[in-house]
Every structure is written in structure tokens, then in C-alpha cells.
């Protein structure tokens, strides 16, 4: 059985949101860049993306998936964000997905140190 036949028996509806769209969709965005990915909660995001295989490279960055290119973020969480990154060893990747496009926008967020 195909996912496609699944699909039209009803016994396969994902992914069936945005939500879930913007995270397929991200996923197979960094997938196609050659990187690999697993769960990012215990860092404060959606995914840790590896430039190679997990066993044998630590992460580079700590991605959150954002349902659009343009969502709205407030000073302070991007001020978390590198915060964070840099508590975790890790640059935090904003992940914007356009649904119509079926395309992701990517944004780096990294603590610099002053003095």
C-alpha cells in the first residue's frame, strides 16, 4: 500500500495542518541540503541539524519551524533564541515555511560576545 492509497482510504491524513506541513516541509528542506536531523526539544527548538551523520558530528544548529516567512517574532524571543544558542553551543536556525511557495527561508541566530 501506497501513502497515496492511504490517503484516499482515510487511514492516512498527515500531514493535515500548517503546523504540520511547515514541518515536513523544513525537514525535507534541510534533508535535501545533505544535513540530518533529530528532536530538538531538550534545546529549545524543533530539530538539531547535523552536518553528517549524528554519530559521528556533534549538531550545528537547533532549528524552530516557523509557519511563515513573515511571522511576527517580539525582540525578546530573539534575544531567547541566541541566548539560548549560545548556552547550548549551537547557532539557532529560524525555519520560515511558505505554504504557497512550498519553500523554506532560513535565518541564523548567533550570541556575539562584546569586548
Known amino acids: 500500500m501506497t501513502i497515496e492509497a492511504a490517503r484516499q482510504a482515510g487511514i492516512w ?3 493535515a495542518n500548517l503546523q ?4 515536513c516541509g ?3 528542506g534541510l534533508w535535501d541540503q545533505g ?7 531538550r534545546f529549545g527548538g524543533e530539530y538539531l541539524v547535523y552536518p553528517g551523520d549524528p ?5 550545528h544548529f ?4 516557523l509557519e511563515s516567512p513573515t511571522t511576527m517574532l517580539r525582540p525578546m524571543e530573539i534575544v531567547a533564541h541566541g541566548r539560548l544558542g549560545t ?3 549551537k547557532s539557532h536556525l529560524l525555519c ?3 505554504d504557497e511557495k512550498k519553500d523554506v527561508s532560513y535565518l541564523s541566530v548567533e550570541w556575539a560576545g562584546f569586548g
Open 87 to 89: 548556552a547550548t553551543k
Open 62 to 65: 537547533v532549528a524552530t519551524v
Open 20 to 23: 504540520e506541513r511547515a514541518r
Open 13 to 15: 491524513d498527515y500531514p
Open 55 to 59: 554519530l559521528r558530528y556533534h549538531s
Open 35 to 41: 544535513y540530518y536531523m533529530g528532536v530538538g526539544i
Open 96 to 98: 520560515g515555511w511558505d
Open 26 to 28: 523544513v525537514f525535507r
